[in-house]
T-cell receptor, first 111, second 115 residues
Framework: QKEVEQDPGPLSVPEGAIVSLNCTYSNSAFQYFMWYRQYSRKGPELLMYTYSSGNKEDGRFTAQVDKSSKYISLFIRDSQPSDSATYLC???????????FGDGTTLTVKP | DAEITQSPRHKITETGRQVTLACHQTWNHNNMFWYRQDLGHGLRLIHY???????NKGEVSDGYSVSRSNTEDLPLTLESAASSQTSVYFCASSESASEVTDTQYFGPGTRLTVL
C-alpha cells in the first residue's frame, strides 16, 4: 500500500463549480502538507502548504488537514478554466525537503 | 531572476548507454532533488542532496547516481539506460530547514526515451 493515496480522477466540472481534491496517508509522522499544481508539460509549482492540522485559505483555495483521520483536502471555489491542471498532494516528516507525493488528480474546468 | 534549469529538455537514447541529465539552480539552495514522473505513479524520488558532497538514495535509486560538487548543480546519471527508465525527470531545489515550509521549486523537466 502506498504511503500517500490520492483520489485518481480525472475530474471535469463546469466553470464556477466548487472542486474538492483529496488525499489520505498512512504515516502519522507527516507534519508538512503541500498541494502542487502542474500544468501540462510543465514542472509542479507549490500552491498551498499547511503545517500540522488546520485550515489555510488563499483566495479561492482552501487547504484542510485532519491529522486524526490522516486526510487532507484542497477546495477550489468559483473554479476557472485556468485552474485546469493536475493537482498533486505532497507530505513530509520534517522541513528538510524530502517529500512523498500522491499520484495526482487531473482537473478540467469547462467554460 | 533566480531559476532552476534542466538540460536537455528531450533525449532519445539506446539501451545500455550512459546518460547524464543536468540540473542547475541559481537560488543558492542547499537541497536538491531528482524525481521521475510516470503515469499512475506520480512523482517518485530518485536521489537527493542536502549540500555539497552529500547525496542520498530515494525510493527508486537503482540504476541512477548523482554527485554534488558545488551548490548549483546536481547531475543525474543513468549508468546503463534501460527501457524501464523511459520517463519524465524533474529536478527540484529548496532552502535548508526553513521554519515554516520546505517549498520545492521544480525545473521544467527532461523527457527521456530509452529505445
Amino acid at each position: 500500500q502506498k504511503e500517500v493515496e490520492q483520489d485518481p480522477g480525472p475530474l471535469s466540472v463546469p466553470e464556477g463549480a466548487i472542486v474538492s481534491l483529496n488525499c489520505t496517508y498512512s504515516n502519522s509522522a507527516f507534519q508538512y502538507f503541500m498541494w502542487y499544481r502542474q500544468y501540462s508539460r510543465k514542472g509542479p509549482e507549490l500552491l498551498m502548504y499547511t503545517y500540522s492540522s488546520g485550515n489555510k485559505e488563499d483566495g479561492r483555495f482552501t487547504a484542510q488537514v485532519d491529522k486524526s483521520s490522516k486526510y487532507i483536502s484542497l477546495f477550489i471555489r468559483d473554479s476557472q478554466p485556468s485552474d485546469s491542471a493536475t493537482y498533486l498532494c505532497a507530505m513530509s516528516v520534517s522541513n528538510a525537503g524530502k517529500s512523498t507525493f500522491g499520484d495526482g488528480t487531473t482537473l478540467t474546468v469547462k467554460p | 531572476d533566480a531559476e532552476i534549469t534542466q538540460s536537455p529538455r528531450h533525449k532519445i537514447t539506446e539501451t545500455g548507454r550512459q546518460v547524464t541529465l543536468a540540473c542547475h539552480q541559481t537560488w543558492n539552495h542547499n537541497n536538491m532533488f531528482w524525481y521521475r514522473q510516470d503515469l499512475g505513479h506520480g512523482l517518485r524520488l530518485i536521489h537527493y542532496s542536502y549540500g555539497v558532497q552529500d547525496t542520498n538514495k530515494g525510493e527508486v535509486s537503482d540504476g541512477y547516481s548523482v554527485s554534488r560538487s558545488n551548490t548549483e548543480d546536481l547531475p543525474l546519471t543513468l549508468e546503463s539506460a534501460a527501457s524501464s527508465q523511459t520517463s519524465v525527470y524533474f529536478c527540484a531545489s529548496s532552502e535548508s530547514a526553513s521554519e515554516v515550509t520546505d517549498t520545492q521549486y521544480f525545473g521544467p523537466g527532461t523527457r527521456l526515451t530509452v529505445l
